[in-house]
């Protein structure tokens, strides 16, 4: 049986966890020796096929491999580039073509979000169209957790984990200094366009009066006045409030908060960040003195508190990625199928590349309260287990002791270049 | 023996361990129970001496107390209150006294910083001069490092292992981003006089390439076109640039950069902090994309990260601080003394109240770098060992599980209330 490499590649925001999937595949794949040559993976995902920019990963030790699983961030680079339709942009995929060819790639793993699944997608629509054997898996990932048909994304349950720590932590810091000092604090959380990230905080309020006392959603258009009531309400009970934003809440008219406030010396509108907008209202109306954090990268790439779930969930895609392609399968994405919730189990099953990408999965309604300020019972049963048990890095001199990889290129075998 | 109460009270910022302090005081006190009857806690620091918001913490089980080590934040609450002199403010300190007297108190522990030794030194005079028989200890606690004589502060060591952690994590993101997309992340730290929580990000760096690329300090005035240059140097060379800055850092004229950048819509200056008004002036000049974070109280309170070095130090020098004063000590602070870098050892020394309060310690300039934009291999070694060992709280359905108190109020003796 002729033997022929995989290429595996990043794309999109990083995450805490995708590294573990790039474990499972590349630990897969080698186990696999007999029917897979060479793991490469490319630089900078899509970008590195394009540019021939490649990567040798037998080149790394066995322990180095088995380091990512512990490492956040991409190990061999991301891009945020997308493919073009195949109808206009013919020459890309013909040089994509050419870099598959000349390096025996017969395989390929994209481990991506949403725009990046509509790339694997086009991929996998090679061989048929342009008639070059090419099997295309694309892998799930995504902090934002708004992909079809995956019970969760990998990268969710770490951010989740992370974002319901955090304002447990801060929420009982708040609550020493009420009485003389600080009686807001706003996190601010990624989601442009959905609160899944928000909706995980709330999973740190287990009684009544525990932080998060309010949430804000993109799903919800924001009042100020009914939000200035509740925050004032919350403050008079417990003595202090504390808020989870997502970045992307909007006004009835569909701006941005985070767009509607500040201006720099030069009169230009300055995007600082929704939770200082937030906290200059409440100030403004009530006096409170406040406090806000934007966690930004540190929320995504916090793999010093992943969640032991997520790490393995995103391990078991990668793994099962090359076992679908091994087993034949084309244009497919290895998903998360929820089994049971008490106790949580889970299996992976498959969904089709062509209805995955591109579609984005917003918080359901029945999953945040009526008044729009918190998650309900049945949302807390669906990320409860998502940010089960702990899976620490192993620590040096007292920080964690993330792998690096040589990511020795592979020699160019085209002389042509190409521009991007 | 007369058995006479003890009081002890939180003050200041809060922190990842001031509780573990509280613990080591009142697990303490419980041990020598025939010589202290109860240990009482002020809600919210001196404030609820004045007020008389006292709490039994005779009523919290054995299994709480020991809760507090690995619970962050002021489980007793905490305040900003300075008390004035005894001369101009003698009604005060005849208050305190009438509670300490109706109370049986005769031994006071005040946890907090510089600030609050200021009180604790105030509390330590009254049996000199207002005759009532008091033992006051001091016991140190400030993120912020600035101490005297303690070799380091019990809290600080955490937020230094979180700073480091986030930046180490942060910075592989951003590398992974870098070539199609994010150039430039700007971390904020806290330290609004003193660079020493900045500092500590500098232990990510451990070789040439490694984030934080730059750290900014409040002891460098700053200087826009020296800075502008190394970041652009550092992202020619590494393809991206990492910074950590301390939210104190000022102009040369003295200013604070966080005030000099942002207005909101009505022309009002506003104080949004110091990363975004860095990442603006870069942008404009070369145009990087960029992200920022402001850590802001989750730094403090990441109890999830803790370092067991501080965690150990904080818990002894609230045993010591009874052990003192049952020892007859009065008007001193324990305080950590370091006795060797290799191995890391300490042990715990005494310092006067009366040189300890209102004196803020900054980072010695032989601890940055000649060109003011990282740390030295002599701050590396001061700094490395504080943070050292991982202490991880218990986890209850995938989030830290931290101790609430009952916090019962003691029945109020007085019958007169005291206005603040």
């Given at each position: 049986m002729a033997k022929y490499n995989a290429l595996y590649a990043q794309s999109g925001g990083v995450t805490?966890?995708?590294?573990?999937?790039?474990?499972?595949?590349?630990?897969?794949?080698?186990?696999?020796?007999?029917?897979?040559?060479?793991?490469?993976?490319?630089?900078?995902?899509?970008?590195?096929?394009?540019?021939?920019?490649?990567?040798?990963?037998?080149?790394?030790?066995?322990?180095?491999?088995?380091?990512?699983?512990?490492?956040?961030?991409?190990?061999?680079?991301?891009?945020?580039?997308?493919?073009?339709?195949?109808?206009?942009?013919?020459?890309?995929?013909?040089?994509?073509?050419?870099?598959?060819?000349?390096?025996?790639?017969?395989?390929?793993?994209?481990?991506?979000?949403?725009?990046?699944?509509?790339?694997?997608?086009?991929?996998?629509?090679?061989?048929?169209?342009l008639g070059y054997p090419m099997t295309c898996i694309g892998i799930p990932k995504t902090i934002d957790n708004d992909l079809p048909f995956t019970d969760n994304s990998p990268g969710f349950g770490s951010v989740a984990k992370y974002v319901a720590t955090s304002i447990r932590e801060a929420g009982l810091d708040v609550a020493s200094m009420a009485s003389s000092s600080t009686k807001?604090?706003?996190?601010?959380?990624?989601?442009?366009?959905?609160?899944?990230?928000?909706?995980?905080?709330?999973?740190?309020?287990?009684?009544?009066?525990?932080?998060?006392?309010?949430?804000?959603?993109?799903?919800?258009?924001?009042?100020?006045?009914?939000?200035?009531?509740?925050?004032?309400?919350?403050?008079?009970?417990?003595?202090?409030?504390?808020?989870v934003t997502s970045e992307g809440i909007r006004n009835q008219d569909g701006t941005f908060i985070a767009e509607s406030g500040l201006v720099d010396a030069f009169g230009h509108k300055q995007l600082g960040g929704v939770a200082p907008v937030l906290a200059k209202l409440i100030k403004d109306r009530f006096g409170y003195k406040y406090h806000w954090a934007l966690a930004d990268y540190l929320q995504r790439s916090a793999r010093h508190i992943a969640s032991k779930t997520d790490v393995e969930q995103a391990y078991a895609l990668g793994k099962t990625a090359v076992e679908f392609a091994l087993a034949g399968k084309n244009a497919v994405m290895p998903i998360i199928v929820r089994e049971s919730n008490h106790p949580y189990s889970w299996s992976i099953g498959e969904a089709p590349l062509e209805k995955t990408a591109n579609v984005e999965v917003t918080l359901p309604t029945h999953y945040i309260t009526p008044d729009g300020f918190h998650i309900t019972e049945k949302c807390r049963e669906y990320l409860r287990p998502l940010i089960l048990g702990e899976d620490y890095p192993p620590y040096k001199d007292g920080l964690p002791h993330y792998t690096k990889l040589k990511n020795s290129a592979l020699a160019k075998k085209l002389e042509k270049t190409f521009e991007l």
């Open positions: 805490a966890v995708i590294n573990a999937t790039a474990c499972g595949v590349i630990q897969t794949a080698r186990h696999y020796s007999n029917q897979i040559e060479t793991l490469i993976a490319a630089r900078n995902g899509i970008i590195g096929v394009l540019t021939e920019d490649l990567i040798d990963t037998s080149r790394e030790s066995d322990e180095d491999i088995a380091g990512l699983r512990y490492t956040p961030s991409g190990a061999f680079g991301s891009c945020r580039h997308k493919l073009g339709s195949l109808e206009k942009n013919r020459a890309q995929y013909e040089r994509l073509i050419e870099v598959f060819s000349v390096h025996n790639i017969r395989y390929f793993f994209y481990n991506g979000g949403g725009d990046s699944q509509d790339t694997a997608y086009k991929i996998s629509q090679i061989s048929q169209i807001l604090f706003i996190l601010e959380v990624m989601g442009r366009h959905t609160g899944w990230i928000a909706a995980a905080s709330g999973l740190a309020s287990e009684q009544d009066g525990d932080a998060p006392h309010l949430i804000l959603f993109p799903e919800i258009a924001f009042e100020p006045e009914r939000f200035l009531e509740r925050v004032q309400q919350c403050t008079k009970k417990f003595g202090y409030c504390t808020i």
